[in-house]
């Protein structure tokens, strides 16, 4: 699997590369065809630093081989930066700054269309606005400014503006976007500055920024700023970070531990917009470092019932960077966003830095687990029985199962 630290420098490289806009057309790779009409897609590494894609219509089973059953991915390395809808994968080719749609046929993962997205080195968050519609928002560090794209899925072309945030200052040479949300038809948008001189030196502002903006303006109208935590939410391609309620509230966790923002004196929280409000709720803060659990975390998933699932790393058990990734050391906590309380799963230590690994569906949850001692499988627990047991194991030669989505 890659290394954090090459992830980081992989970051800062895109951060810094002088990009071109390319031509406002659509590359049309072949005939549009609709996809196949499996339920989920299971993205795994093996040893041998091969990617394959696996499609089932269950996650229940006895095993699956990824390099029998499955789709080579090329080029490889995906799998921190896909977005996956409806049968579909999208990613940017951040070398030429271009969006582009696959599909797996026929054993292939095919290139379907393409569209140019100036500006754009890396996506660091993503919405659906509509079923075929979605935005996408980064940091461009050629114009120190933040721009977003609003893909047509269907038919591939774009319209592309900028977001009026304010740029990185002082010390400060980069910038990330946690998270947006769409509020009362305007857009909020969760942000932290960065400095990235150096890998030594990569860290995070001491403060949790939001901005309110017009939308489709994206003019800022004010700006919330909190200093109980830094780095809200996180590049979303790689993992969730916030999620709404059934009441409507939106809940996001900030990701200060070394890994992401690099600023571990500041704990991992969760914060809270109430329904229909542009402000962070003064009464709520979960300070998910103070409780039992007593480290940082990365990924948040919410499975219902005001319950939501944090992966956290354990101190002690890796000596940095260079080893976060490969150690296994990650639980997995079910909160209890009401009382602010954790319990910790009943599943052995994890691995892997940043991975989609978490799916709900119909009130069972799916999570996949990268073991050096159990091996790979996905795993289901029910919140409402609090039944755990292993299920599908994901066998042969592997290393990783990366991510883990809903295709239909």
């Given at each position: 699997?890659t290394s954090v630290t090459r992830d980081v420098i992989f970051r800062i490289f895109?951060?810094?590369?002088?990009?071109?806009?390319?031509?406002?057309?659509?590359?049309?790779?072949?005939?549009?065809?609709?996809?196949?009409?499996?339920?989920?897609?299971?993205?795994?590494?093996?040893?041998?630093?091969?990617?394959?894609?696996?499609?089932?219509?269950?996650?229940?089973?006895?095993?699956?081989?990824?390099?029998?059953?499955?789709?080579?991915?090329?080029?490889?390395?995906?799998?921190?930066?896909?977005?996956?809808r409806d049968g579909y994968y999208y990613r940017l080719d951040w070398k030429t700054?271009?969006?582009?749609?696959?599909?797996?046929?026929?054993?292939?993962?095919?290139?379907?269309?393409?569209?140019?997205?100036?500006?754009?080195?890396?996506?660091?968050?993503?919405?659906?606005?509509?079923?075929?519609?979605?935005?996408?928002?980064?940091?461009?560090?050629?114009?120190?400014?933040?721009?977003?794209?609003?893909?047509?899925?269907?038919?591939?072309?774009?319209?592309?503006?900028?977001?009026?945030?304010?740029?990185?200052?002082?010390?400060?040479d980069w910038m990330s976007i946690g998270f947006s949300k769409f509020v009362n038809?305007?857009?909020?948008?969760?942000?932290?500055?960065?400095?990235?001189?150096?890998?030594?030196?990569?860290?995070?502002?001491?403060?949790?920024?939001?901005?309110?903006?017009?939308?489709?303006?994206?003019?800022?109208?004010?700006?919330?700023?909190?200093?109980?935590?830094?780095?809200?939410?996180?590049?979303?391609?790689?993992?969730?970070?916030?999620?709404?309620?059934?009441?409507?509230?939106?809940?996001?966790?900030?990701?200060?531990?070394?890994?992401?923002?690099?600023?571990?004196?500041?704990?991992?929280?969760?914060?809270?917009?109430?329904?229909?409000?542009?402000?962070?709720?003064?009464?709520?803060?979960?300070?998910?470092?103070?409780?039992?659990?007593?480290?940082?975390?990365?990924?948040?998933?919410?499975?219902?019932?005001?319950?939501?699932?944090?992966?956290?790393?354990?101190?002690?058990?890796?000596?940095?960077?260079?080893?976060?990734?490969?150690?296994?050391?990650?639980?997995?906590?079910?909160?209890?966003?009401?009382?602010?309380?954790?319990?910790?799963?009943?599943?052995?230590?994890?691995?892997?830095?940043?991975?989609?690994?978490?799916?709900?569906?119909?009130?069972?949850?799916?999570?996949?687990?990268?073991?050096?001692?159990?091996?790979?499988?996905?795993?289901?627990?029910?919140?409402?029985?609090?039944?755990?047991?292993?299920?599908?194991?994901?066998?042969?030669?592997?290393?990783?199962?990366?991510?883990?989505?809903?295709?239909?």
């Amino acid at each position: 699997m890659t290394s954090v630290t090459r992830d980081v420098i992989f970051r800062i490289f895109y951060f810094i590369l002088i990009v071109s806009g390319l031509p406002g057309c659509v590359n049309e790779k072949q005939k549009e065809e609709t996809p196949g009409k499996k339920k989920y897609s299971i993205y795994a590494m093996m040893k041998d630093g091969r990617e394959y894609i696996v499609q089932t219509d269950s996650l229940t089973g006895e095993t699956i081989f990824p390099e029998r059953q499955g789709t080579k991915v090329v080029p490889a390395s995906l799998y921190y930066d896909l977005i996956v809808r409806d049968g579909y994968y999208y990613r940017l080719d951040w070398k030429t700054s271009t969006f582009i749609k696959y599909s797996v046929n026929n054993n292939s993962f095919t290139e379907k269309a393409s569209v140019p997205v100036a500006g754009f080195s890396t996506i660091e968050n993503y919405n659906w606005i509509s079923p075929d519609s979605l935005m996408l928002i980064g940091y461009d560090q050629k114009s120190a400014k933040v721009r977003y794209a609003k893909i047509q899925v269907k038919d591939m072309t774009s319209t592309e503006g900028m977001v009026h945030i304010s740029p990185p200052f002082g010390a400060f040479d980069w910038m990330s976007i946690g998270f947006s949300k769409f509020v009362n038809g305007k857009l909020l948008v969760g942000y932290a500055y960065h400095s990235t001189n150096n890998l030594q030196s990569f860290t995070t502002s001491d403060t949790v920024y939001v901005d309110v903006l017009t939308y489709p303006g994206m003019k800022a109208i004010r700006t919330i700023k909190d200093t109980q935590s830094t780095y809200p939410g996180g590049v979303n391609t790689r993992q969730p970070h916030s999620f709404t309620d059934e009441k409507g509230d939106f809940y996001f966790i900030t990701c200060p531990g070394i890994a992401l923002g690099n600023n571990p004196s500041k704990p991992t929280g969760i914060y809270r917009i109430r329904q229909s409000e542009e402000h962070l709720d003064p009464d709520y803060f979960f300070n998910v470092s103070a409780s039992p659990i007593q480290n940082h975390g990365y990924g948040f998933w919410y499975i219902g019932n005001g319950k939501a699932i944090v992966r956290t790393e354990t101190k002690g058990l890796f000596t940095g960077m260079k080893d976060h990734y490969k150690v296994a050391q990650f639980n997995f906590y079910e909160l209890d966003l009401a009382t602010k309380t954790t319990t910790r799963l009943n599943l052995p230590r994890d691995k892997g830095t940043a991975r989609q690994c978490v799916l709900v569906e119909q009130g069972i949850v799916y999570i996949t687990v990268n073991s050096d001692s159990e091996g790979s499988y996905v795993w289901t627990y029910n919140p409402e029985t609090k039944d755990l047991r292993k299920s599908l194991k994901v066998g042969g030669n592997i290393d990783y199962i990366l991510r883990l989505d809903q295709l239909n």
